[in-house]
């Protein structure tokens, strides 16, 4: 899987920040080592994974020295064993060192993301519901996280609050009801989609005769979630949230919702365990 190139200026930006606030005025450890010094360095996962965080990595040992040198054994997407090579690079040990842990910080952040999207996916992969994630991610982080759990086969839900509508019980209460909240953002923005969450059939009869996109049912039990897919028949898109989790997903997919929403694909997420080794020359 290739990163979209949209992505190439957040990916840069990303590893600018995340150099600044580990090297600060300079590398003090990494300067105890000539800087004739060359050396290669493997660096292999200690767990079983989905891969993602490539484009991160040679962004990151790009910005430190161009000259370094990466050979890569995988790409993201991947699905990798414990102890299995990911990656050599060589040039200047010290830089080397230096790009070493913001390399593996976005690699092991986005694999866990990557990791436990592939985890979900496969538990519905005998079903037709798409898994979303949501804007539970990591500050500055946000489209590094939902591009991995593309990589884990799960899909986006809106990027942030500016390109599709989430209107929910506040927004509800404050736009004077879900009738009103739908009519105006269809004013607002035409052509954007529109989902509100709904807690009862009543809301939903409300969301579905002023035309709303897409219904997210909060909390409703199962049986309120089948009656909830025959009574909309189709009309609109249906997508279920809320104490998502191993015990209460695959039952939640059988219901026949459209969509999924768990916000634990990027804010449960476990880093993976990697490793940057010198070889012996």
Known sequence: ????????????????????????SGDITASLISGKTN?????????????????????????????????????????????????SCT????????AERTALNFMQTLSGTATISQHYADMVSE??????DTRKTLPGLRAAQKYAVTCGGCHNHRIGLFDAFLIKENHIMACGGIE??????????????????????????EALDAKADIVMLDNFSFVQMRQAVEFVAGRLKLEASGNINDETLLDTAKTGVDYI???ALTKHCNAVDLSMRFTEN
């Open 1 to 24: 899987m290739s990163v979209e190139s949209s992505l190439s200026p957040i990916i840069k930006k990303n590893v600018r920040v995340a150099l600044e606030e580990d090297i600060g």
């Open 91 to 98: 040039g200047s040990a010290s830089s080397l060192l230096t």
């Open 127 to 132: 079903t037709a519901v798409k898994l979303l």
């Open 180 to 205: 009103k909240s739908i009519i105006a953002a269809h004013k607002v923005a035409p052509g954007k989609k529109v989902e509100v969450e709904v807690e009862s059939f009543a809301q939903l009869q």
């Open 261 to 263: 929403s768990i916000g």
């Open 39 to 87: 050396a290669t360095a493997q660096v292999i996962t200690r767990q079983d994974a989905i891969i993602c965080g490539t484009a991160w990595v040679d962004e990151t040992f790009r910005q430190v020295d161009p000259d370094l040198n990466i050979e890569w054994q995988v790409k993201d997407g991947d699905k990798v064993n414990a102890n299995q090579l990911l990656f």
